[in-house]
């Protein structure tokens, strides 16, 4: 019979239950955790999914299934470990990990997983076996950490609206043949997202939200090949998508069809293109986030400060304001009064908000001042572009007005600051 000291038996604790997440508890031991303990905390959530991996398992036994499995996953796991990243479960051949550091931290070991995956890939082909495809989606955002279960099992999970979109996102990688996709919210949490290659993908509609959120495409992680091509005509591709999105079709086709002439294996461009040839067919459009929505004010966005929710009403507004005008009449000037209502309001209303957050106690003000802090630099580059555009390329301006603008306040407003008003009610999370 083995003796096994408290050390062992501690050690082989921990990688049921990773350190990373007894410290984000707060706790020293496995032995310390109770059942229903949580705390809230902004992280990026990261999935993984590998594809046709029911066409590879059935040329396998069942202990050849268990060998891959955990030849790959091991792979993975070094990379995401040593991006900060700590795994939540493995669910088959599937992976659910949180990044708690930053949402860079989370970008750069996506990108890692997928270079990781290029030369397991390798090692394959030499073995004379077929290569392994994934997709990962990430998003950013509020999410509550803790344990869940029974008495007799339980295990660590996340729970959060954030958590829901990043599997949705992931899901998403396969209809567009894209290997990662990456949310509106942890594009804006990107210190720098031209230390990336980046572009817009679409905008899609999530099942309880009305507002819809924008995806964009990380292609860092692509064949050196295809990462060049695609850097060379990424905003080519963004123009496309812009006429495809003011249904100005045959412009867009011709965008799509010269991005496929520099870059055969975009996966993406293809899908629009596809879209505009069953436009022209049928008349139907398939963007599902349409350009020119206004948005419904409702109490259930109030965060109940008079202030503010004047603010966030005088935004909504304008916002509107904005839609309806575009909608009747495609004038690039017509940006303007917008653009100059945004400056004041981005000068004083984030200033309002995070005075009454520091004299109410917060305990996300961190968060937010970020958020605040990143958007601005976002909306400053914004403006140099308009500033030296001739208005020919109207179309792609106020395509970015749209979803790097008012897309991302009015989903700060209905998520963020609808947080903050659940503290002001005194609806008081745990934090951490």
């Known amino acids: 019979m083995n003796n096994h000291s408290l050390d062992d038996i501690v050690s082989a604790y921990s990688r049921f239950v990773p350190h990373q997440f007894l410290q984000l508890l707060g706790k020293d031991s496995v032995a310390d955790i109770a059942l229903g ?7 990026t959530i990261l999935f993984s999914d590998m594809r046709d991996f029911t066409t590879l398992s059935e040329s396998m036994t069942p202990r050849q299934n268990f060998e891959f499995i955990n030849a790959y996953l091991e792979r993975m796991e070094s990379v995401i470990s040593r991006h900060n990243g700590v795994i939540d479960k493995y669910i088959g051949d599937a992976i659910m990990a949180l990044f708690p550091t930053s949402p ?32 990962i989606g990430l998003n950013t955002g509020l999410m509550m950490l803790g344990t869940v279960g029974g008495r007799n099992r339980m295990e660590s999970t996340v729970i959060s609206d954030a958590v829901n979109l990043a599997s949705r996102v992931e899901t998403m990688t396969k209809s567009y043949g894209t290997s990662l996709l990456i949310t509106e919210h942890t594009y804006c949490g990107l210190r720098d997202p031209s230390r990336y290659g980046i572009r817009f993908a679409d905008r899609v509609r999530v ?86 929505l206004t948005v419904e004010w409702t109490k259930d966005i109030e965060i109940g400060h008079p202030d503010i929710d004047e603010q966030h009403r005088q935004l909504f507004d304008h916002v509107n304001r904005f839609a309806e005008t575009i909608k009747k009449d495609r004038d690039f000037t017509l940006a303007g009064p917008v653009i100059g209502f945004l400056d004041e309001y981005v000068r004083t ?3 309002d908000e995070e005075d009454i957050m520091e004299r109410q106690g917060y305990p996300f003000l961190d968060v937010q001042k970020d958020q605040h802090e990143r958007f601005t630099e976002h909306f400053a580059a914004l403006k140099r572009e ?21 897309d991302w306040l009015v989903h700060h407003t209905c998520g963020s600051d609808r947080h903050l008003g659940r503290f002001l009610r005194l609806e008081r999370p745990a934090t951490g």
């Open 37 to 43: 303990e949580s705390l809230e905390k902004k992280m």
């Open 207 to 292: 099942k309880g939200k009305t507002q819809p959120q924008s995806v964009y495409e990380v292609f860092d992680g692509d064949p050196p090949e295809v990462r060049a091509a695609k850097q060379k005509t990424t905003r080519l591709f963004e123009r496309g998508v812009a006429y495809y999105y003011f249904k100005e079709i045959p412009r867009a086709l011709e965008l799509f069809e010269e991005c496929l002439a520099g870059c055969p294996g975009d996966s993406l461009a293809r899908v629009y293109m596809d879209r505009c040839g069953r436009y022209l067919e049928t008349g139907v459009h398939e963007g599902v986030g349409e350009i020119d």
């Open 349 to 351: 209303h984030f200033k």
């Open 104 to 135: 860079d931290d989370a970008l750069d070991g996506a990108v890692g997983m997928l270079g990781r995956l290029a030369r397991y890939n390798e090692e394959r082909r030499k073995a004379g076996h077929r290569p392994v495809f994934i997709g």
């Open 386 to 406: 308009m500033q030296e555009s001739d208005g020919s390329d109207w179309h792609f301006l106020l395509f970015k007005i749209q979803v790097l603008v008012v």
